[in-house]
């Protein structure tokens, strides 16, 4: 039997229809992060943006493998990341961590790797809650959620929409699953597979403050700009970048053109798992999109030698196809 992250118990499909019900109540909500003026309603050149995340069920793998110093860098990547991609600077996070009771020496660790996290993130620790909630969580266990503030000019925004046929696509290197489809993960790799490969699993969420700031200022140098960002979480590239499109575009990926890692072709391999829902769930080895015209690609690969040209628009409906 061919697992799925819906056998898994994520279905997909239904949580998008939570999103449509939300976006005909409130528009705003919808992109990886939400924006707003400063001041409202003034014709202020700047907005604020926010947006907020927690680590999932990689949680799981943290607590079997007893394990707490690198989830908490997780947690900013998975805010932080989502914040850039229309442009932001991240200026603050803050983060809620519920268990049932406070054990300190693996608090201490977790925010550790919160501080970590918020280094790499270019964000300040504002605050938060640490809330203690006896008899709620398993004994051992706990959540985290993260949230994250910055800042970004009118005139800098990025939401996609000056993307059309002719552009190309970068792709910026994961660091390895980051920290979706773990319902998934969890089923393939248990008992001894999971103590052999947990420390894999909890390879923190790669970060990508300072590679995309890189690039927006080594552009804007050059009067070159970024079109679009799209941030690889759940839903894999198949989902996260039509996110991004304009109506009639869609992007056409060479799947031979980057390296897919290891931890994805053994996690296909031992779950018998479909590639449609491999690409479908999982980042593949590419955690940030980036969208540019062609004249700008060559600068990009120069200011991110990391990067890979994968693929590039054509006309279309919206959506991502694998050649």
């Not at 279905?11 to 939400?34: E, N, Y």
């Not at 050149?45 to 680590?55: E, K």
């Not at 693996?106 to 270019?122: A, D, F, H, T, Y």
């Not at 949230?147 to 970004?152: L, Q």
Request: hydrophobic content about 40%; some cysteine; aromatic content about 6%.
């Amino acid at each position: 039997m061919n697992l799925t992250y819906k056998k898994s118990g994520v279905d997909m499909d239904r949580a998008d229809k939570l999103v449509d019900f939300l976006q005909k109540r409130s528009p705003a909500i919808g992109g990886f992060s939400g924006l707003f003026p400063i001041p409202p309603d003034q014709g202020d050149p700047w907005r604020l943006v926010a947006c907020t995340d927690g680590v999932g069920t990689k949680l799981k793998v943290a607590f079997a493998l007893n394990r707490h110093d690198t989830i908490g860098i997780d947690l900013v990547a998975m805010c932080v990341n989502d914040l850039i991609t229309c442009g932001a600077r991240p200026l603050i996070f803050l983060d809620y961590y519920a268990t049932g009771m406070l054990d300190l020496k693996r608090s201490k660790r977790i925010m550790i790797g919160i501080l970590e996290g918020c280094r790499q993130g270019r964000s300040m620790l504002l605050g938060g809650e640490t809330a203690e909630m006896p008899g709620f969580y398993p004994e051992g266990e706990y959540d985290l959620a993260g949230f994250s503030v910055g800042i970004v000019k009118r005139a800098e925004v990025i939401d996609g929409s000056g993307i059309c046929p002719g552009d190309l696509v970068l792709g910026l290197p994961s660091s390895g699953l980051h920290s979706n489809g773990f319902s998934l993960v969890r089923k393939v790799f248990t008992g001894r597979h999971l103590r052999h490969w947990g420390p894999r699993l909890l390879t923190p969420t790669r970060i990508y403050v300072d590679q995309i700031a890189r690039l927006a200022s080594g552009l804007r140098a050059k009067g070159r700009v970024i079109l679009g960002l799209a941030h690889i979480t759940g839903g894999g590239l198949i989902e996260n970048m039509p996110r991004i499109l304009p109506k009639r575009c869609k992007i056409v990926l060479d799947r031979g053109s980057w390296k897919v890692p290891a931890v994805f072709t053994e996690l296909q391999r031992r779950g018998d798992v479909l590639e449609a829902e491999m690409w479908r769930t999982f980042n593949m080895g590419i955690g940030m999109v980036v969208v540019l015209r062609p004249d700008s690609v060559a600068l990009a690969l120069k200011l991110l030698p990391e990067a890979k040209l994968i693929g590039e628009v054509k006309a279309g409906k919206p959506k991502v196809e694998l050649r």
